[in-house]
């Protein structure tokens, strides 16, 4: 009898560490990379939604930010955009030894796909901030598109930070006046930078990326850079390898590395104020896509999420479980098993 009891409860402690984060929401089981133009279906009802309870944030949207503004002319705003992936802790290792931080820009999917990865990143004190779902060019989207791109980015990276933030970075940088003003209605302001490495253009040439993109670290030093804000990777070894040596650089030649909210002054990175209103009206389970037939961008077809999909997020809609709430069913199963043990 005691016996059963206790593996009843180490099967119930097994599910709530394997059931971490609930991606049940997800919007897509696709390689959302491997689709090019790839991007959610627009969701109206969230859209009207955040019109209404927000709708002075999206009149005189500020624009992008693209330089750092505090901490002196020699502070220096590194960046890594699209992870997280498996090369992130490479990146972590580093700037850990150099008891530094600095600020991720993530993607949806790849956050649902390494969640332990943005929490170990986050946990190592470095910034978080949304880089959208699917990664695709926002003013190519639908006014619905682009708020539900948005919602679902800052969806994944509450699953595992437990935090929303007020910043998001465009994809490619690629951004107008209406996306700051939907960006502004979701609580987010746009983040570009100033100084692009181009490790993106190169990473699939190993000469080319090593050649080029130090040089381009070393002519903007050689100029005297102030408060730059840089555009680095984390979605390819060779830009993570690359990053290292770009922060060597920048290190050795007296610069401060900060990671993008210390730069700009910012005290409350994660003080979104509208998207936890938003997700507790419950509107966020209700709508799920899809509301519209899968349609084709580009001459691609969108993959078309199942009614099974649909009523399953539906019944999640109050089961949510973060990691901290894990951790925490996690070692109240411990101590029923001690208690049972008695
Ligand atoms: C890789 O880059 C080097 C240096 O720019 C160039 O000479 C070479 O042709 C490139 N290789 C390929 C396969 O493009
Ligand atoms: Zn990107």
Same mark, same amino acid.
């Given at each position: *009898? ?6 009843? /409860? ?33 969701? =109206? #009802? ?14 005189? =949207? =500020?624009?992008? /930010? ?13 960046? &890594? ?35 332990? +990865?943005?929490?170990?990143? %986050?946990?190592? !004190?470095?910034? /978080? !901030? ?28 509450? @699953? $595992? ?5 007020? %910043?998001?970075?465009?994809? %490619? ?35 080319? /990326? ?16 102030? *408060? ?14 690359? !990053?290292?040596?770009?922060?060597? *650089?920048?290190?050795?030649?007296? %610069? ?5 909210? @210390? ?21 966020? @389970?209700?709508?799920?896509? =899809?509301?519209?037939?899968?349609? @084709? $961008?580009?001459?691609?077809?969108? #993959?078309? +999420? ?31 098993? &001690?208690?049972?043990?008695?």
């Amino acid at each position: *009898m005691q016996r059963l009891c206790v593996i009843a /409860i180490l099967a119930a402690c097994l599910d709530a560490v394997t059931a971490q984060y609930n991606f049940k929401w997800a919007p897509a089981t696709i390689n959302a990379p491997a689709v090019v133009g790839f991007h959610v279906p627009g969701v =109206p #009802a969230w859209t009207q939604w955040f019109s209404t309870n927000n709708k002075d944030a999206g009149e005189s =949207p =500020p624009g992008n /930010i693209q330089k750092c503004t505090s901490g002196g002319d020699n502070v220096w705003g590194a960046s &890594f955009d699209d992870g997280p992936t498996p090369y992130t802790p490479r990146l972590l290792e580093y700037f850990a030894a150099k008891k530094l931080k600095t600020t991720f820009w993530v993607v949806g999917y790849n956050v649902q796909a390494n969640p332990d +990865i943005l929490r170990a990143t %986050y946990d190592a !004190g470095h910034e /978080i !901030g949304i880089h959208t779902w699917s990664h695709t060019h926002l003013t190519q989207l639908s006014d619905d598109e682009i708020i539900a791109e948005l919602v679902y980015g800052a969806r994944a990276v509450f @699953e $595992v930070i437990g935090k929303y933030p007020k %910043y998001f970075r465009p994809p %490619y940088g690629d951004v107008d006046g209406r996306v700051r003003s939907l960006a502004a209605l979701v609580g987010l302001r746009s983040v570009i930078w100033s100084r692009d490495s181009q490790d993106w253009v190169y990473y699939a040439n190993a000469t080319a /990326i090593n050649l080029i993109v130090p040089n381009n670290f070393k002519s903007w030093i050689d100029a005297g850079s102030k *408060m730059d804000i840089s555009l680095e990777h984390d979605f390819d070894p060779s830009t993570v390898s690359v !990053g290292i040596k770009a922060m060597d *650089m920048l290190l050795d030649a007296g %610069y401060t590395l900060k990671p993008f909210g @210390e730069c700009i002054g910012e005290t409350a990175l994660y003080g979104n104020s509208i998207l936890p209103k938003f997700f507790a009206s419950g509107l966020f @389970e209700s709508k799920l896509a =899809p509301v519209q037939t899968a349609t @084709e $961008v580009h001459g691609i077809p969108i #993959a078309v +999420i199942t009614s099974t999909y649909r009523s399953e997020a539906a019944v999640k809609t109050s089961t949510k479980t973060s990691g901290v709430h894990a951790a925490a069913s996690f070692s109240t199963g411990f101590l029923a098993v &001690f208690l049972a043990l008695l």
